[in-house]
């Protein structure tokens, strides 16, 4: 039996996202409220440029980084919290692609040529260690992946940490374009970072709750299932976290789709980022964007469309019968269920 979805809480004390057309929080929310899409006289920023790096730092710095500083700085200042005491999350789903494009053109024309700079840039938890010495932090900190849900991973990582050690922590999401010959291999495309500051407690600075827990997806669910344990209970009992909110109250559009149950942007602004691997991301910061009661559902693992039954029953009935049973074709996945409720104005 999985733990029912709000069964944990946390608190967001601190928001941050970064785009190239999109280069702080208040824009970026903006621009998600709005239902049309974004102005075509917005100019795209070339990269950030985080304050917390010298200028020669940031000039060496590759675009992960400065993208995984840029959101940092600004989530922490959003917090009030001292950035060296954070513990953090640091997510991506592949790293800085651009280097890994210049190591393995290297590799492959002239290996003596590699250079050890890229190759410092190039590993997973870059991002953590330039951000460790950028705050003077000597806190935990965690480089994690999990392909296009390693936002999803991140948070509940971040969130896990939060609960367990009762501390706040930083989580900071980011990915870049694929390059080169990865592109053919590799969907992600533009840059997208993103920041939480998540804390035990509420707090002066505090400005959302957040409910969430692990479930086994079940889009559709009727209740009949007669398994305790199964995640409408769990949804249930996430929807039971605050009783001031009806159901009525809270934002609809936000359960997802029949088919997978996961929640997918809405805007037209979101729905323009959806194409980097940190994209995952989106549906809770448009939520937090909207600053209305919201439950949203994000894929941990992922969907097989066609899942077989295990154990597999032999011997297999040939030829199989058609249409397939339902149970064949049911999406498989397990999913972090959020409740995300803004906290009431001092």
């Given amino acids: 039996m999985s733990e029912a979805p709000g069964a944990y809480t946390v608190f967001i004390d601190g928001v941050a996202l970064w785009t190239p057309t999109l280069v702080d929080w208040p824009q970026a929310a903006a621009a998600f409220r709005s239902p049309g899409p974004l102005p075509t006289t917005v100019v795209p920023a070339p990269r950030p440029a985080p304050a917390l790096l010298a200028a020669n730092e940031r000039r060496r710095a590759p675009d992960s980084v400065l993208l995984a500083l840029q959101v940092a700085q600004a989530a922490v200042a959003m917090s009030g919290h001292a950035a060296h005491t954070l513990a953090s999350v640091f997510t991506s789903a592949y790293g800085d692609l651009p280097i890994v494009d210049a190591l393995c053109s290297s590799l492959a024309s002239d290996p003596l040529m590699l250079s050890p700079t890229r190759f410092h840039h190039s590993v997973h938890n870059a991002a953590s260690g330039y951000w460790a010495v950028a705050s ?64 035990p407690l509420a707090g002066p600075n505090s400005r959302w709750r957040l409910g969430w827990g692990v479930a086994p997806a079940d889009p559709g669910d009727s209740g009949d299932s007669g398994d305790p344990g199964d995640s409408r209970d769990s949804r249930d009992s996430i929807n039971a976290l605050d009783s001031r909110d009806s159901p009525d109250s809270r934002d609809p559009g936000d359960l997802g789709d029949p088919w997978t149950g996961v929640t997918a942007p809405r805007s037209a602004a979101a729905q323009a980022c959806a194409s980097n691997a940190m994209a995952d991301a989106l549906p809770l ?35 199989l019968p058609f249409p397939l049973p339902l149970p064949l074709l049911a999406p498989s996945s397990v999913q972090l269920h959020l409740q995300l409720t803004p906290m009431p104005a001092a």
């Fill in 136 to 199: 003077g932090s000597h806190a935990s900190s965690t480089a994690l992946a999990a392909a296009q849900h390693s936002f999803a991973a991140g948070l509940l990582e971040a969130a896990a940490l939060c609960t367990a050690e009762q501390q706040p922590v930083l989580l900071v999401g980011y990915d870049t374009t694929a390059c080169g010959p990865l592109a053919s291999v590799n969907t992600s495309r533009g840059l997208l970072a993103v920041a939480l500051v998540l804390a």
């Fill in 285 to 319: 910061f448009e939520a937090l964007a909207r600053g209305q009661a919201s439950d949203l559902a994000l894929a941990l693992a992922p969907t097989l469309p066609f899942p077989l039954p295990f154990p597999l029953p032999f011997p297999l009935p040939f030829p």
